[in-house]
């Protein structure tokens, strides 16, 4: 029996997702990559298998109560392992922060800087000394009382609630009411109150109008529901709520993100008239450290925050001394643009990860492992430079740091490669190679060797000559000052520079001025839902045609199953348990809640009578479990399915499965999910298609696969701008224009626009270094433009 001190971390046995059997011995206290092509089980070894072990090794020593909720998450299927230390888990989960989380309460600079403002800060003649509550607008001793603490008030007015006066209010006038029983329970009590709800809503007095719409009363009266053929419905008590009053309730307390999205759409917005959107009491705002209130200190990026706190004397030194330290990690990882008033729901995943990553280098933990999720993603190859220094140093601390990454500067720069594959999904799952990273280069069957050591074929296109250019500008907003783009059209554009260098400001500009062109396509990021229920197969309409095929089924028919009795979102066919979710959701104490897979139906989402009709041999919940590639062989002569399978395939998702909930894809695998969706559609000319880092989350094979079908739309006509930070994309673009030359008020210029080759050689650019190295061995000519 190995001893706890073992230097190895040993899995035996491990069969999280597709992994086969695995057994594999990593060393500790080293930098360790855990890499292979998308899909490949790389994640499932290292967060589904390792992390999830130590985890669950936690929650075993936690209260009872605690314990018996986590059991329900499962444990992962792992034969054993041994020599694993506690471990600290660093993902890019796409979290909702809330509008009160930052920078600062991310990375717990702003408790440091309220305790600098309460203990060092210089107060108004006469003025009381405050705790440092009273600095924190997320506390009602620190809140402003006119905005609470948000720096915005939201209202609204009658063309905001009533887009369509010409309706009555029967027919819907009040847009920003609720639906179904809801609005017509309001609707009825106002006409018990004696309102006319049939005449057209301009018609009604103004008085009348705005007593509906504004009143803070909330009248209690009998309503006399008019009776149903079937049913009879008793007089019940109702009361009333103002349009105003609902959409404020709503969009302040709702748990629904569907709801307060739809609430926000009847509210305007603006800077709060009492503490000018400072967030705070007077009192606080009255006090200066530096010649700043906190609310000036908080809004400097935080590369000019440490030298307005450098050089205090005195009892001050202490507490600044402290935040410098702390703010240092931040800078190094390329994050000192970020400011700590920043809301934390307006930073990429990539920035969250990394913030958390500095807060980590001061904890002073030693003898754990740190498991993180593609830490480059989004970060420029500069910055990536100092995220192997801030990983070297975590190591030297005495802990082991397992990273999954795509990245081949961090492999080259790791202790020891863990390469998952040979492929994907199903063909996937088998550790190719454990050891050195050198004794990668004699493993045939792996994809990561070949771009590691050079051997995959480099592409070889001729530059395009755009057909005409688009101009934007002069830009001015956030660190834009008064900046002109010139984009061709017709080409691929490749848009550069450090993070925090200006380019999603930039592209976001383009976006909303792009004269001349048929259709314009923008593809973010962002999760394509926020439960379970959003998944693949329901956001690419696939599902659609599938459950046809099944209510067309010989045994639905005879059972009379409808389409809709193979959906999970309506009542009928689903588990009602979960509600056609498969999981249900688990709050602790103290934790996230997480969800746990349905008691009832094991996360098959359906009722067994639903599962017991089959098609093909599989019944519906079988068809969602089906990776993207199988699903393709299995609907070949199905039109509506394979088209949206193919789209898949052609951007490199064959590997995930149809039902995979929205909650475990990437915001890279939301995105390419997104332009899937797009591709498989009839395509019209002159389309401009928007990509914010198309490769984020993609193994080097999986990228060539996307630019082929990427540089296979330009081909066609249209016209590709994509903001990236991979260099090997960025080389086999026809346009760059790169921005900076550092982040923040450090950029927000264009340092370079050109060819490929012309960018490399600029010399104030910070992409032209890694750019060059990147085209070698080959330039190739390009188009010019007419002067």
């Known amino acids: 029996m190995p001893s706890p001190h073992d230097a190895f971390v040993r899995v035996r046995g491990a069969r999280e997702h597709n992994l086969k059997g695995v057994d594999v011995d990593i060393p500790r206290d080293v930098v360790a990559v855990f890499t292979g092509v998308s899909g490949s089980g790389k994640s499932s070894l290292a967060f589904g298998t390792v992390y999830a072990e130590a985890q669950r090794r936690y929650f075993e020593s936690v209260a009872p109560y605690a314990r018996r909720l986590i059991h329900q998450v499962g444990t992962p299927k792992v034969a054993g392992i041994s020599g694993l230390p506690p471990a600290v888990s660093l993902q890019q989960r796409r979290s909702a922060p809330t509008s009160r989380s930052s920078v600062g309460t991310v990375t717990t600079l702003s408790n440091s800087l309220r305790m600098l403002l309460s203990r060092a800060g210089d107060y108004p003649p006469g003025a009381e000394r405050l705790d440092s509550d009273s600095f924190s607008p997320n506390t009602a001793a620190g809140a402003c009382p006119e905005c609470h603490g948000l720096g915005v008030v939201h209202g609204t007015t009658e063309e905001l609630l009533v887009p369509d006066p010409s309706l009555s209010i029967r027919e819907g006038a009040i847009a920003a009411w609720p639906g179904a029983w809801q609005g017509k329970n309001l609707r009825d009590v106002l006409d018990a109150l004696g309102h006319d709800v049939d005449v057209p809503w301009r018609e009604l007095p103004a008085a009348e109008r705005e007593w509906i719409l504004f009143t803070d009363e909330q009248p209690v009266v009998t309503v006399h529901p008019v009776r149903d053929a079937d049913r009879i419905q008793r007089p019940y008590q109702g009361t009333y709520m103002s349009a105003r009053r609902y959409v404020l309730k709503t969009f302040a307390d709702s748990k629904s993100a569907t709801l307060r999205a739809k609430a926000e759409r009847f509210l305007s917005s603006a800077p709060c008239p009492l503490c000018g959107g400072r967030r705070l009491r007077a009192e606080a705002l009255a006090v200066t450290f530096a010649g700043r209130t906190i609310a000036e200190l908080a809004a400097l990026p935080l590369t000019e925050l440490a030298d307005a706190l450098d050089g205090a004397v005195g009892t001050a030194r202490v507490l600044t001394d402290d935040l410098l330290a702390r703010i240092g990690p931040v800078v190094e990882l390329g994050l000192g643009y970020l400011s700590l008033d920043r809301p934390a729901p307006t930073l990429s995943a990539g920035e969250l990860q990394r913030l958390r990553l500095a807060t980590q280098l001061r904890s002073g933990l030693f003898g754990v492992v740190y498991v993180l999720d593609e830490p480059s993603a989004g970060l420029h190859p500069a910055d990536t430079e100092a995220l192997l220094t801030v990983l070297t140093r975590l190591k030297e601390a005495g802990n082991s740091v397992f990273v999954v990454e795509h990245h081949l500067d961090v492999m080259r720069a790791a202790d020891w490669l863990v390469d998952v594959g040979p492929a994907a999904g199903e063909h996937g799952g088998r550790v190719l190679h454990s050891g050195p990273v050198a004794d990668l280069a004699s493993v045939a069957a792996s994809e990561t060797a070949r771009f590691l050591f050079g051997r995959a074929p480099r592409p070889e296109r001729r530059l395009r000559a755009g057909r005409g250019w688009l101009t934007v500008g002069p830009v001015t907003r956030h660190n834009l000052r008064g900046v002109t783009a010139e984009v061709p059209l017709g080409v691929f554009t490749a848009v550069t520079g450090v993070s925090g260098s200006g380019k999603s400001t930039l592209v976001g500009e383009v976006t909303e001025r792009l004269p001349g062109v048929e259709r314009l396509v923008v593809v973010d990021q962002r999760p394509i839902g926020r439960t379970p229920r959003s998944n693949l197969a329901t956001y690419t309409g696939l599902f659609d045609t599938v459950r046809r095929e099944f209510a067309a089924t010989e045994e639905a028919r005879r059972r009379g199953y409808g389409v809709g009795r193979f959906s999970f979102n309506v009542a009928g066919g689903r588990c009602e348990t979960c509600q056609g979710e498969g999981f249900v959701s688990v709050e602790l104490l103290f934790l996230p809640s997480t969800y746990a897979p349905c008691p009832d139906c094991g996360g098959a989402r359906y009722r067994p009578d639903t599962l017991e009709v089959t098609y093909r041999g599989r019944n519906v919940a079988e068809v969602l479990d089906l990776t993207v590639e199988a699903a393709a062989g299995f609907f070949a002569d199905v039109p509506g399915v394979a088209r949206s399978l193919a789209a898949l395939l052609d951007v490199g998702l064959g590997y995930l499965r149809l039902g995979q909930p929205a909650t475990e894809l990437s915001g890279g695998e939301a995105q390419r999910i997104k332009l899937a969706g797009e591709l498989q ?107």
């Open 681 to 787: 559609r009839t395509r019209r000319g002159d389309t401009v298609y928007v990509l914010d880092e198309p490769t984020t989350g993609l193994h080097p094979a999986d990228v060539a696969v996307l630019m082929r079908r990427l540089h296979g739309l330009v081909d066609a006509g249209h016209t590709v701008i994509a903001v990236e930070h991979d260099m090997a994309v960025v080389a086999d673009a026809d346009w760059v224009i790169d921005l900076g030359p550092g982040g923040g008020d450090r950029g927000g210029r264009i340092v370079a626009a050109g060819t490929p080759a012309e960018v490399s050689r600029a010399a104030d650019s910070a992409t032209a270094r890694h750019l060059e190295r990147a085209l070698r061995p080959y330039e190739r000519p390009g188009p010019r433009r007419d002067d």
